[in-house]
């Protein structure tokens, strides 16, 4: 299991709009496993994969016959993790951020965090601190303590005068948590699973995939986390017959959520999305897809996330409609720095794409 591969993608900062480190590190990681790269306008990245029967060279795309016209499939994964960008420097040098995808602001206190002034050189990212505006807990009073701040009362402490912050830092720069990639029990925690985790699960599953004859369009899509913006634009242009959207979603198995709310279960496989607030996966293809679970003995489960969304559902409405369905790695702790995936669930989302992929 390439966990090494994981690591770089998680650890490589990449907000809507500003991907460009982690668009870089796509491009170098694919390369030879397409016929052909390119980078459209708003900077996904697609490749394409010819098919490659079983009575033809392995390594070596076919050209179709006349007349025929393979299935196309597009996958989508995003490439974009959600962060922040600079709004406001003060007198004092602390820094006000906008947020970029959602937050729960419980989750943001005294974290370590780095602001990316250059978007394609992290040498010269600056680390911080973060907290909320007020009073520390010795002198905060019992009101002070029970409050949620807004994510506009948070601030950025570089520790450097305010002259030379404002000379390093512009506004509209990115800034991401800080945190580490590390092996808990049979899991992988870190920030950014979501959705680096789908980036890897379709790298790893092409890897894994010799013969095939759908033409295979796989986009590493921008701008999911501020409204599915890439993928419908690079739908528009692929015009696939099929799409899947690979992603994560919610596993709440945890303590105080009721059973019935879990979404997913950790190490119960890769998730098959039949619904989310988004889009309705084409039942067929969630069929398919189980059917196809079964017949290579691969751990799978339905689920439905209430609210939340994926690339699929602006795919599913572009032009005629496609038919679309989601392959979601079920993830606890999500949004926070601390998203925590099973091995088990990460090998079983790769071999189901791959093996669906395989038979399409």
Known sequence: MNLELLERLIQTAGIAGREHRFRKLILSEVKGLFDEVRVDPMGSVIGVRRPRPRNGPAKKAAKPKAGAKPTRVMLAAHMDQIGFMVRHIDERGFIRVNPVGGFDTRNLFARLARVCPDVEDPSKDLLGVMNPAGKPIHIASEADKGKVPDISEFAIDLGLPAEQVKKKVRIGDMAVLATRFDRVGETIVGQAMDNRIAAWVCIESLRKLPHHDAEIHCVFTVQEEVGLRGAGTASHSIEPDVAVSVDTTLAVDTPG??????????????????????????????????????????????????????????????????????????VRYIHTVTEMAHLEDLTACRDLLSAYLEQV
């Open 257 to 330: 959520v009721p059973d019935d709310q879990r979404v997913s279960k950790q190490g119960d496989g890769a998730g098959i999305l039949v619904m989310d607030s988004s889009m309705i996966s084409d039942l067929g293809l969630v069929e398919d897809f189980d059917r196809v679970a079964k017949e290579r003995k691969i751990k799978a489960q339905r689920t439905i996330l209430p609210r939340g969304g994926n690339d699929g559902g602006t795919i599913q409405v572009k032009n005629a409609g496609r038919r679309v369905v989601a392959l979601v790695c079920p």
